[in-house]
């Protein structure tokens, strides 16, 4: 018999012989029954019994298979867990054994814990509403029971999405604990430059109309790496505004990716005829589709970034208030022009009140149309030669070798002509130093885009070859307040100073200099980001060092010449700093740290590149070049005072390309004296 203590077990029951002529019968001396046999193995049983008045009968045999049933069954849910946009899902959940004898039992939990044998019983189907974690398991009937499932449920409507990030935007600063219940990455940001206003991160958005939420964690530190078109859960957990104004979730946890590779198209929203400045809170972060024509130059829009007026059907002031911005990787593959009409699809960013459509990838922007390329600038760069700069890189095939479709007045004729990216440089006969000439560029130059040049912008002047001032830095005061800041040069050999620029990084100019002669060992002294007078003078000094007096114009320097810069500042952290000549040359440069604030991105590239020029010693950083080896070769300007009275000073006579020929102490601006 089955003890009834024992697993259940499936039993075949064979009658038959006995198996092995070895195998005895039982005897009276055999062992005596005296309850039931439990068997776990193949047995052959043999018994007899005995009545009361002795009598015995005939031995009888039993074969028993013992088939074991070890194996845990197997439950699953319909549906899986994932996101449902309903009010309610029915869930079901569906138990098999295989080649066991049958299911017995199943037990879930709704709230995430761990079920046992205590937990609700499954009876049949059940409805399931907003975020549940089920957990459950079966038992079959040998007593196997099997290690606990979990399906995760968001049963939430895209409005209840929308509502959530709407309330997790309105938290404003501060720690909270919100969820977002499936919303979609419409896109995921890179870091461009600074990371306190253009950090790396995604977008969530659950509807068209929005509303939408910056996420500032870098999508590719999530899980595996978040991609365009996950639809997903997370709790938010702090939310923060960058500097540009933008609102943001800077923390969070809990997350779950539900599904990849959603199409967002259904959420790009086309905005063209949309007042994006007056709605420009309305869209914020969503996904746009935007097309405009750009209205104006471009120019730094923070690093990395340059921007440039757009306008738009919804927008048509050229104003300001709507920028087209690009990361400059972006700006340089397209070559935008005023006029050029582009789309651009991307989340909408903002600076303060103002709207950016933006692209942080080529594949965000598609150009329309654009005009041909145009003259910006004419630079003579010797005696008898001209650099023509445009704004658009030229076709080599569409420029004549002899020049003869560049053309001037005041008899200068070219003779030949070479093609490098926008520029030509053209052999000319000899100029007259310091004369005006204008040099006119025909339409069969063409850009790789295969237009002609424009006639509003082929031609520009230029003055004859001067040679050109040598100039070093020698002083710099950063961090001023209201981003004040100056740089002090000396005149190491006098000249012109046309067209030099002082720049910070690759291409972030802040200061364009004035057409004057300078004299050996003056000094220039640059005031960035000036205001009205009577602190600032109105314009940079030309005809004299004290053309703007100190006694009016309490910024300036009466011994020196007071350049005007534009409206970019230094910063105060890591930054490199070159003064170049007309042609873009670097004539010094100087690499500088200080541990606080945010360093551009590309700080580490540019020393580098300093060093590469020549300008820069050692002439190696690393490796690696990390933020530890930059340390150890660049000036700290740690110390530095906000009110210029302290600034980092050239404290060599010499110009060795050393950390060691600078340090920080009293102000000099306006009289070097290393």
Not at 27 to 34: A, D, E, F, I, Q
Request: aromatic share 8%; proline share 6%; net charge negative.
């Amino acid at each position: 018999e089955r003890h009834p203590g024992l697993r259940r077990h499936r039993l075949q029951r064979v009658r038959g012989h006995v198996l092995h002529a070895r195998r005895q019968h039982p005897t009276t001396g055999s062992t005596r029954y005296t309850s039931a046999i439990a068997l776990s193995a193949d047995t052959t049983l043999k018994f007899f019994s005995v009545d009361k008045a002795g009598n015995e009968e005939m031995a009888r045999t039993e074969t028993y298979v013992i088939d074991l049933d070890t194996t845990a069954p197997t439950t699953t849910a319909t549906p899986v867990g994932s996101i449902y946009f309903t009010a309610e899902e029915t869930i079901s959940l569906s138990c098999t054994d295989g080649s066991g004898i049958g299911c017995e039992y199943t037990y879930y939990t709704l709230d995430g814990s761990t079920p046992t044998r205590s937990s609700t019983h499954y009876t049949g189907p059940f409805t399931l509403s907003g975020y549940v974690v089920l957990k459950f398991f079966s038992v079959d009937k040998a007593d196997n029971a099997e290690a606990p499932n979990t399906e995760v449920y968001t049963i939430s409507t895209p409005a209840n999405t929308s509502a959530q990030i709407a309330t997790v935007r309105a938290r404003g600063n501060g720690t909270l604990n919100d969820p977002i219940d499936g919303a979609l990455v419409t896109y995921t940001k890179p870091v461009t430059g600074s990371t306190s206003s253009d950090p790396a991160g995604f977008f969530l958005q659950s509807e068209k109309n929005g509303p939408a939420i910056f996420v500032a964690v870098d999508p590719t530190t999530v899980g595996s790496g978040l991609t365009v078109g996950d639809r997903l859960r997370l709790r938010a957990t702090e939310t923060k505004t960058l500097s540009s104004g933008v609102s943001y979730i800077s923390k969070f946890g809990s997350w779950i990716i539900y599904r990849t590779r959603e199409s967002v198209e259904p959420l790009v929203n086309e905005v063209s005829n949309v007042d994006l400045v007056t709605n420009l809170d309305d869209y914020e972060s969503e996904l746009i589709s935007v097309t405009g024509t750009v209205a104006g130059p471009f120019g730094s829009a923070g690093s990395g970034n340059v921007s440039a007026n757009f306008v738009t059907l919804g927008n048509p002031a050229n104003d300001g208030n709507l920028k087209l911005r690009l990361t400059t990787a972006v700006a340089d593959a397209y070559e935008l022009t005023p006029d050029c009409v582009v789309t651009t699809q991307a989340p909408l960013w903002r600076f303060s009140d103002q709207a950016q459509p933006s692209a942080w990838a080529t594949s965000d922007l598609t150009v329309l149309s654009c005009p041909g390329p145009r003259v910006t600038s004419a630079t003579a760069t010797s005696p008898t030669s001209v650099t023509v700069n445009f704004d658009r890189t030229l076709d080599p095939a569409s420029v004549l070798a002899n020049g003869s479709q560049f053309t001037f007045d005041n008899g200068l004729v070219a003779s030949a002509a070479t093609v490098s990216d926008r520029q030509v440089q053209l052999t000319t006969g000899t100029q007259v130093p310091g004369s005006t000439y204008t040099v006119t560029v025909a339409s069969s130059v063409k850009d790789t885009r295969d237009s002609g040049v424009e006639p509003t912008g082929n031609s520009t002047t230029f003055n004859g070859f001067i040679t050109p001032a040598e100039l070093m830095l020698t002083e710099v005061a950063p961090g001023i307040n209201g981003g004040k800041d100056l740089v002090e040069l000396l005149v190491v050999k006098g000249g012109s100073v046309d067209k030099f620029t002082l720049t910070q990084g690759a291409s972030l100019v802040l200061a364009s200099f004035p057409n004057i002669l300078v004299t050996t060992g003056d000094v220039i002294v640059v005031h960035l980001r000036p205001t009205t007078a009577p602190a600032d003078a109105p314009a940079s000094e030309t005809t004299s060092k004290s053309e703007f007096p100190a006694s009016s114009y309490g910024a300036n320097y009466d011994n020196a010449w007071d350049f005007i810069g534009n409206g970019n500042e230094i910063g105060y952290s890591r930054r490199v700093l070159r003064v170049r000549d007309a042609t873009g040359a670097t004539q010094d440069g100087a690499s500088f740290y200080r541990g606080g604030g945010t360093p551009p991105a590309d700080f580490l590239d540019q020393l580098q590149a300093l060093q590469g020029e020549g300008q820069w010693l050692p002439n190696t950083c690393g490796p690696p070049c990390d933020d530890t080896a930059a340390k150890a070769v660049s000036v700290d300007w740690t110390g530095a005072s906000t009110d210029r009275t302290t600034t980092v000073r050239r404290v060599s006579g010499t110009d060795n390309n050393l950390a060691s020929d600078w340090a920080v102490g009293a102000s000099s601006f306006g009289s070097h004296t290393p």
